[in-house]
């Protein structure tokens, strides 16, 4: 079989607009960038307004058939934000024909009975509030364009057990759970709900994984594709979501992995047992 390698078709997404949140970094600003490409009007989001602006600056540099991208600065935990953030999205054409919501993040890492409630709170509104809040506002915008396409960000960890990730996997959960109960709910207005799961991506975050590391291993190891992942290939399968060939996919939750969920998932005892010692790990106290 022949492979593209990198000759991507372009176009199809003239006229359209959407949000794509966590725009400025990593899948978020790869995604937007996909979507200008192929002709689509496209604002990026996100906490800090620099780095979003150095993202637009890139990804306006790869615009084609007429894309072109916009930045507005807020935090998607925060509902005013997000009303102002998804009515400015919506300024661009007059609709809105659909959303990446792509912000989210983990926390502190440890076994549950020694997580920080506080900060297991905070990886939850950031993953599965801020995802809902952007159903709430997009949907009435989508159905009066009638129809669109929303797209939730999940990861390998929302189905694969992480160890010591805490509420990074329950939020990333729960971002699935989200995407197929709305496409059922919104199935009437056309509007299409579906999920992707990241594995092992190339980010700026798990380049903070060493790659000489027995935690790096434990992904390359569990990889049957043996390698990691780059954002452009979240970016296609998002687009392809997003767009008018998957008009009758719903519903689902797609793997982007390399392989890895056939197997298990990484192993980061490496990083958590120095700091609590070997028997907390299965529930005794710290050392």
Request: charged share 20%; net charge neutral.
């Amino acid at each position: 079989m022949t492979q593209l390698k990198g000759r991507i078709p372009t176009g199809g997404l003239e006229g359209m607009a959407f949000l794509v949140t966590g725009g400025g970094t990593g899948i978020g600003a790869a995604c937007a960038a996909r979507l200008v490409a192929d002709g689509a009007a496209v604002t990026i989001c996100g906490r800090t307004a620099s780095k979003l602006e150095e993202a637009a600056k890139k990804i306006a540099a790869g615009a084609g058939h007429g894309g072109r991208v916009q930045v507005e600065a807020g935090d998607v935990t925060k509902e005013e934000d997000v009303k102002r953030i998804v009515a400015r999205a919506a300024s661009m054409t007059g609709e809105l024909d659909g959303c990446i919501a792509n912000a989210g993040g983990g926390g502190g890492m440890g076994p549950y009975h020694l997580q920080n409630t506080d900060e297991f709170i905070r990886v939850l509104h950031l993953n599965v509030l801020s995802t809902m809040l952007c159903v709430k506002h997009t949907v009435p915008l989508m159905r009066k364009a009638g129809g669109g396409s929303f797209v939730g960000m999940s990861s390998i960890a929302g189905h694969v057990t992480h160890l010591y990730f805490g509420a990074y996997c329950v939020g990333k959960a729960g971002i699935e759970q989200m995407m197929k109960n709305a496409a059922d709910e919104f199935g009437p207005a056309k509007i299409r709900f579906n999920a992707i799961r990241p594995g092992f991506i190339a980010t700026e975050i798990m380049e903070g994984i060493p790659r000489g590391s027995d935690v790096y291993k434990s992904y390359i190891e569990n990889t049957p594709l043996d390698g990691v992942g780059e954002s452009e290939d979240v970016a296609h399968l998002a687009r392809f979501l997003v767009g008018p060939e998957s008009r009758w996919v719903t519903g689902t939750c797609i793997n982007v992995d390399g392989g890895h969920a056939l197997r298990r998932g990484p192993n980061f005892t490496q990083f958590v047992e120095p700091a609590i010692g070997h028997d907390a790990l299965s529930g005794g106290m710290p050392k």
